[in-house]
């Protein structure tokens, strides 16, 4: 019983850090994708571009060896997914509706952004099918019992 509890808090604890990752590399972007839009803004003297960069592998890493001991679930998984493409695309378009404009190109006018988001809903897609059809199969299953 007292390894079950362990457990639990261990996993609970792993689900928070989890989370706090994720906000952490919401920020890192954020900031990223500002100092691409606006590169005189000032915000280099404040915090170097290169910190952000070596910040966002870090949490990018720490968020996969974090993940396989969090047990994200698909569920989770697809919706973080879809949240980060609808936040991607929001904050490009309120970058650009700032007066900013992307230094390496990422835009609504880039056809490369367009392709890489066209292959991310279409993953997220098959993800979707993937998910009812379980769902579909479990509630089948447990129907006959």
């Given at each position: 019983?007292?390894?079950?509890?362990q457990?639990?808090?261990?996993?609970?604890?792993?689900?928070?850090?989890?989370?706090?990752?994720?906000?952490?590399?919401?920020?890192?972007?954020?900031?990223?994708?500002?100092?691409?839009?606006?590169?005189?803004?000032?915000?280099?003297?404040?915090?170097?571009?290169?910190?952000?960069?070596?910040?966002?592998?870090?949490?990018?890493?720490?968020?996969?060896?974090?993940?396989?001991?969090?047990?994200?679930?698909?569920?989770?998984?697809?919706?973080?997914?879809?949240?980060?493409?609808?936040?991607?695309?929001?904050?490009?378009?309120?970058l650009?509706?700032?007066?900013?404009?992307?230094?390496v190109?990422?835009?609504?006018?880039?056809?490369?952004?367009?392709?890489v988001?066209?292959?991310?809903?279409?993953?997220?897609?098959?993800?979707?099918?993937?998910?009812r059809?379980?769902?579909?199969?479990?509630?089948?299953?447990?129907?006959?019992?």
């Open positions: 019983m007292r390894e079950k509890s457990s639990l808090t261990s996993r609970g604890e792993s689900l928070i850090l989890h989370k706090s990752l994720e906000g952490l590399f919401l920020i890192v972007v954020t900031l990223l994708l500002i100092y691409d839009y606006f590169p005189t803004s000032g915000l280099t003297e404040v915090l170097p571009q290169r910190v952000l960069f070596w910040f966002l592998i870090g949490t990018v890493v720490m968020i996969a060896m974090v993940k396989t001991t969090a047990n994200a679930t698909e569920k989770s998984s697809f919706q973080w997914q879809l949240f980060i493409l609808i936040y991607a695309f929001l904050l490009i378009a309120c650009g509706w700032a007066g900013g404009e992307s230094t190109g990422i835009s609504f006018e880039d056809p490369l952004f367009w392709l988001s066209f292959i991310a809903l279409v993953q997220l897609g098959f993800q979707w099918k993937r998910m059809r379980e769902k579909w199969q479990n509630e089948e299953v447990n129907g006959l019992d």
